[in-house]
């Protein structure tokens, strides 16, 4: 039989993140109590106004076609939310909604990437940055940040790191995995770099809204107009609207870049789904205190449990300032506890302990794991008792 496979998949890693959290479900459907630190979706419900909205509009008849790259009504609440959240202007024609940030993403390195265009992914990364840009032809970068960096890299890295191939950077401010923030002073330096460079900048801000120590979002784009116009903002309501499954997030950049994406879109999905397009557009214009509500809960819960992580034998951790996820250093505990890597530990921190994280190999460092405190403050205290427990009885001088 002939080669059933195209060339372009078989280089795929498939998601770290998702792999664990199936083998914890299915840990799970046998009887054992697992607890799942792996999930990257808030533990909330979407709040209720927002699922009012979405039965009101089906009961309305609104379960049609929308235009390819989302209702007329939706771009606006989008362009209203970006003036009053970031002080950013958007036209209609600079906005595409798709099905989540993840496939806006997708369907943005489809557009910009030419066979071999090379783009600058800072480590650790979002497990889907550099598989989507390998599947538009293009060529995964990856420049280092160390702990001492607080896992961010800094302009020169940047500089250093740009060849004539280099198309575009992506900065992921609140990051996933890290939890870090970008100063305001770190992204400017930055985006000098790229108007210098003539780079595009890839802003994944879907963590905006979760900040925490008085911390206020500042997104690269509000630098000036000319920084704008090299910019395609990435975001939706997944992290800050607990709206995972909804599958709405956008792109706000250059015109012509988005019409393209909302021509690529008309060819491979027709349109976001129409209940969840209705249903952002109460979350973006209804009440937002649910947002704050979650957010407070989220920088509680890191509060309570970062010292205790923090405590574990092996574990080093920087104390993070956005998202909802922690990533201590545990090659010491591995080494230790007789492993010969992280991975083989994170694997029997599931079997022995029944706790499941997400191996730091999947975001680039692989001497790390990532936490997820989006679960219960009591899942959490009991998650970090079971491995301080599982360290300690294996630990080895």
Known sequence: MRELLANRVKTLTPSATLAITAKAKELKANGIDVIGLGAGEPDFNTPKNILDAAAESMYQGHTKYTPAGGLPALKKAIIDKLARDNHLAYKPNEILVGIGAKH?????????????????????????????????????????????????????QLRNAVTPKTKAVIINSPSNPSGM???REELIAIAEVAVEKDL?????????????????????????????????????????????????????GNAEIIESMTDLASHS?????????????????????????????????LETIYPKLNAIPGFKVIKPHGAFYLLPDVSEAAQKTGYT??????????????????????????????????????????????????????WQD
């Open 104 to 156: 806006v993403l997708y369907t943005l390195f489809q557009v910009i990437l030419n066979e071999g265009d090379e783009v600058i992914i800072p480590i650790p990364y979002w497990v889907s940055y550099p598989e989507q840009v390998k599947l538009a032809g293009g060529v995964p970068v990856y420049v280092e940040s160390t702990s001492e960096q607080n896992f961010k890299i800094t302009a020169d």
């Open 181 to 183: 923030v970008y100063t």
């Open 200 to 252: 595009l900048i890839v802003s994944d801000e879907i963590y905006e809204k979760l900040l925490y120590n008085g911390l206020e979002h500042f997104s690269v784009a509000s630098i000036s107009e000319e920084v704008k116009a090299r910019t395609i903002l990435i975001n939706g309501v997944a992290k800050s609207h607990s709206m995972t499954g909804w599958r709405i997030g956008y792109a706000a």
């Open 269 to 301: 999905t027709s349109n976001p789904t129409t209940t969840s397009q209705y249903a952002t557009i109460e979350a973006y214009n209804g009440s937002q205190d649910s947002v704050e509500e979650m957010r407070a809960a989220f920088e509680s819960r």
């Open 341 to 394: 890597s992280v991975d083989e530990f994170v694997t029997a921190l599931l079997t022995e302990a029944n706790v499941a994280v997400v191996p730091g190999s999947g975001f680039g460092l692989p001497s790390t794991i990532r936490l997820s405190y989006a679960t219960s403050l009591e899942n959490l205290e009991e998650a970090v008792r079971r491995m301080d427990n599982f360290v300690r009885s294996k």
